[in-house]
Nanobody, 124 residues
Framework: QVQLVESGGGLVQAGGSLRLSCAASGRTFSGYVMGWFRQAPGKAREFVTAVSWNGGRTIHSDSVKGRFTISRDIAKNTVYLQMNSLKPEDTAVYYC?????????????????WGQGTQVTVSS
């Protein structure tokens, strides 16, 4: 079992930055693919970005490519999402997730554990 707790959400103006953190506890953190998803009001949850178990590979959705960066600190059992050049359309609840899949994953069904989410609001 892996427990995930997100933090770092808040209100920011368009063009600003935020860094989300996801602290993991429980089973070995290093063996999991870690991802971030988001859900805007009235919309389905969508994939944002993910990082491989060793941090060597990342993948991003087209909507955040070049603006968001995912990273992980295995020693701290924490994964980060650095969000720059934020836009109002980035407003959503952001969820951290962990996957036991053997390779980096983008589908929600590939993820086994989820955090409770943290709200990010970008004002125009």
């Amino acid at each position: 079992q892996v427990q995930l707790v997100e933090s770092g959400g808040g209100l920011v103006q368009a063009g600003g930055s935020l860094r989300l953190s996801c602290a993991a506890s429980g089973r070995t953190f290093s063996g999991y693919v870690m991802g971030w998803f988001r859900q805007a009001p009235g919309k389905a949850r969508e994939f944002v970005t993910a990082v491989s178990w060793n941090g060597g590979r990342t993948i991003h959705s087209d909507s955040v490519k070049g603006r968001f960066t995912i990273s992980r600190d295995i020693a701290k059992n924490t994964v980060y999402l650095q969000m720059n050049s934020l836009k109002p359309e980035d407003t959503a609840v952001y969820y951290c997730a962990a996957s036991r899949a053997p390779r980096i994953a983008t589908m929600q069904g590939d993820y086994d554990y989820w955090g409770q989410g943290t709200q990010v609001t970008v004002s125009s």
